[in-house]
């Protein structure tokens, strides 16, 4: 269970503040099902006002990291609307790719997100169909501090509007692992490009708390 939230502050409009809500549980070996909201101080300062509510969604790794070939994953989700104003329901597909490497003595994780989002239900006379979204950036755990993470990307998300900027971000987080089922993680973030509403600057907190229940097992032949 992650929660995740901060302050916003736009180049041009209100602050406000968010907080993301993600329950992940792994049902099968190599998958995961999770169900998840974005809760806003100001619903319309959203990218996405009209979907951005309830997303259920389930992932499935396809391999293990080799000499040559990344670990990858797929995901398949959908968003719902929940929320006061929301009228549209989206259908995502997603990629995820992670390579391993070391660099001296630093294990190195280089990680490649990709998803294509459709308007599957409600879409407006300016929105688009299709648009994507991209994300890359490396992750590593401090030598010295085993139990925390340093995780950074850049990122772009196309407009939902057609008549409206893509955004580009940075971000910078970490995670520090406080004890076997709970994780405390913060980031700070920019986005250097997009709309004049874009935010100058995010920050972002919140805790991971891990549990153990009911699953199904492949029996071993």
């Known amino acids: 269970m992650l929660a995740t939230g901060g302050p916003v502050l736009p ?11 993600d329950l992940q549980y792994g049902l099968l070996p190599g998958t995961q099902l999770s169900v998840g909201t974005i809760l806003s101080s100001d619903p319309s300062e959203l990218k996405d006002p009209a979907s951005d509510d309830l997303a259920v969604a389930g992932r499935l790794s396809l391999n293990a ?7 990858l994953a797929a995901q398949l989700g959908v968003n719902v ?9 989206d259908v995502e597909l997603k990629g995820y790719a992670t390579k391993s490497l070391t660099l001296g003595l630093v294990p190195l994780f280089l990680h490649l997100n990709t998803s294509l989002e459709a308007r599957a ?11 994507y979204h991209v994300a890359v950036g490396p992750s590593f755990t401090l030598p010295w501090q085993a139990a925390t993470t340093i995780v950074a990307d850049i990122y772009v998300d196309q407009a939902v509007s057609r008549h409206a900027a893509d955004t580009g971000g940075l971000e910078l987080g ?29 920050i972002h907190a919140g805790f991971g708390i891990g549990f153990t229940g009911p699953a199904f097992r492949v029996a071993k032949p």
């Open 11 to 21: 180049n041009r409009g209100d602050r406000h503040g968010l907080l993301v809500l």
């Open 65 to 71: 990291d080799s000499l040559y070939i990344p670990q």
């Open 81 to 89: 609307p929940t929320g006061a104003g929301s009228r549209a329901v």
């Open 121 to 131: 239900h409600g879409q407006g006379a300016d929105e688009r169909l299709l648009r």
């Open 174 to 202: 970490a995670r520090y692992r406080v004890s076997p089922i709970l994780a405390v993680h913060a980031a700070v973030g920019t986005e250097v490009a997009g709309p004049v509403s874009r935010a100058t600057l995010f």
